[in-house]
Each structure stands twice: as structure tokens, then as C-alpha cells.
């Protein structure tokens, strides 16, 4: 009989599954706004990045709640080397006591740290704490934290044609043989699934030279909400905003 009282476990418990097939497997998300929110209330944009990073931590335990495996998320362009020298020096400092201060709650969740981009055009510091936490975090598998720093996307593809071309030379590959599997193989982490949700902060329709090849597929969300506004009410949002899209893959289905 039906209750409005005691509802239909049968059901809660399909509702319940049919949410879990639809929460994102690896999310993306391009961290902006930073600046913007430290300058609307007259603070340096050193202040900004400071927030973000408190951004990063919640919305990074709140991929552990949801079971969201792959959080891929950009914290340094290769074109943001082109800022002043101050705010350059100020976000990889911001980024070494991150590490720093984050190493024991990675290994609280079990989280495996990751990078993507040119490890060495960072400062030597900053570098070894990279390698320190992510060779301390190495045999985690349950939840993946992957920064892009330094990071370019065209310079991804660029060294994996390099890659691709040097074994041609050799006489190990064949050009006719070469399948869009090759050149992913030679993409900075070959294993990590593409992102199924890619987020941009701050309201930029854009995309900034980030995961090109990765994102073919991705399903978009763009918040007008600042990188350290964005917490776990609005991801949250964006999850939910994800799992009613239907991703059709060039099927009519
Ligand atoms: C994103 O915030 C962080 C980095 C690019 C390092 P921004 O610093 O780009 O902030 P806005 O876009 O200037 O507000
Ligand atoms: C993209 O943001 C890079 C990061 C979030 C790290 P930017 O602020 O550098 O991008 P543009 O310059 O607005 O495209
Ligand atoms: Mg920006």
C-alpha cells in the first residue's frame, strides 16, 4: 500500500542509484576569480589566492563525501609566468604550505597526489615538496588529486608529438599505425579517464589553453561565483546540474 509516510524503499533505493550513475567520475575545474574577489573588497589579490586555497581543501573533502575519484584542478597556467614577480613568487610560496599544511588529511582520505605540467620550470622548493608528498602519496588509489601547474595544454600535445615523432625516427612506429590511443598514451597521465564535468569559476567562457585534448567530451559549468566563494553549496550545485545532462556522444539516444 502506498504511504506518504513511509516511502517506498524500493524506489529511495533506485532514486539513490541512479544518482550514484550520474555523479561524475573525475572532475575538472578551472579555478578563477581570485583576484576579482580580493579586489572587490579592496584586499590584495595575494589575499584571493590565500581564500582559493581554503576553496581547494573544502572542495576536495567534499569529493571524498560524493566517491568523486579524479579531482583535476588548475593553479598555475603556463601563461600566468607573465604576472608581476610579486604575485608569481606569492602563489608558489601559497603552494608550498599548501603542501605543506594538506599532507596529513591527503593521508587521513587516502588522496594521491598528482601533477600535470612542466615540473621543471617551478622553483627548486616548490618542486621537492611536489615529489616529497606525491612519492609519500603514491600508493593511494581510492581518491586522486591532480594539479596542474605550469600547465599548458598545447604544450602537452606539443611534447607528445614530439614523443610520437621520435619513435617514427627510430623505426619503432609506424605513421599509419598512429590511432588517437597513441597520442593519448603520450599525454602527461596517460591512466587518469578524461574529466566527465569540467567547472569554470568567475563567469570566463573560456577555456585557457587547459586540457584540450581531455575535455573533447566533458559536459561544461560555468558559475559566475568566485574561485574562493565557490565552497561545497556550490559544487554541490554543480553536481546536481550534472546529473541531469544527458551526454549523448554523437548517439541520437
Ligand atoms: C585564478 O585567479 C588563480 C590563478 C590564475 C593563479 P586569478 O588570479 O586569475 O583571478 P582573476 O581572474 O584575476 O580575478
Ligand atoms: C586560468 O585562469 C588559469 C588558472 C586558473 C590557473 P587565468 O586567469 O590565467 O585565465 P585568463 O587569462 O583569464 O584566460
Ligand atoms: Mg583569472
Given at each position: 500500500?502506498?504511504?506518504?509516510v513511509?516511502?517506498?524503499l ?9 544518482e ?14 581570485n ?25 576536495l573533502?567534499a ?47 587516502k ?37 596542474a ?32 590511443q ?39 559549468y ?32
Amino acid at each position: 500500500m502506498e504511504s506518504d509516510v513511509f516511502p517506498d524503499l524500493g524506489k529511495v533505493a533506485e532514486n539513490m542509484s541512479d544518482e550514484k550513475q550520474n555523479m561524475p567520475h573525475h572532475v575538472a575545474i578551472i579555478m578563477d576569480g581570485n583576484g576579482r574577489w580580493a579586489k572587490a573588497r579592496g584586499w590584495p589579490r595575494l589575499k584571493g589566492h590565500q581564500e582559493g586555497a581554503n576553496s581547494l581543501r573544502a572542495i576536495l573533502r567534499a569529493c571524498r563525501d560524493h566517491g568523486i575519484k579524479y579531482l583535476t584542478v588548475y593553479a598555475f597556467s603556463s601563461e600566468n609566468w607573465v604576472r608581476p614577480k610579486s604575485e608569481v613568487s606569492g602563489l608558489m610560496n601559497l603552494l608550498k604550505t599548501f603542501l605543506r599544511k594538506q599532507e596529513h588529511e591527503l593521508h587521513e582520505n587516502k588522496v594521491r597526489l598528482r601533477m600535470i605540467g612542466r615540473m621543471a620550470d617551478l622553483p627548486a622548493a616548490v618542486q621537492q615538496e611536489l615529489e616529497r608528498v606525491m612519492a609519500a602519496t603514491a600508493h593511494y588509489t581510492e581518491h586522486h588529486l591532480i594539479l596542474a601547474l605550469s600547465y599548458g595544454s598545447r604544450t602537452e600535445i606539443t611534447e607528445a608529438c614530439r614523443a610520437i615523432a621520435r619513435e617514427v625516427k627510430a623505426g619503432q612506429l609506424d605513421p599509419e599505425k598512429i590511432t588517437e590511443q597513441t597520442v593519448a598514451q603520450q599525454l602527461y597521465l596517460p591512466d587518469v579517464p578524461d574529466p566527465d564535468l569540467l567547472i569554470r569559476t568567475s563567469g570566463e567562457m573560456r577555456i585557457s589553453n587547459f586540457l584540450l585534448w581531455q575535455i573533447s567530451y566533458s559536459e561544461l559549468y560555468v558559475t559566475p561565483v568566485f574561485w574562493p566563494d565557490f565552497r561545497e553549496q556550490e559544487f554541490a550545485a554543480a553536481l546536481a546540474d550534472y546529473a541531469k545532462r544527458h551526454r549523448r556522444f554523437g548517439d541520437i539516444k
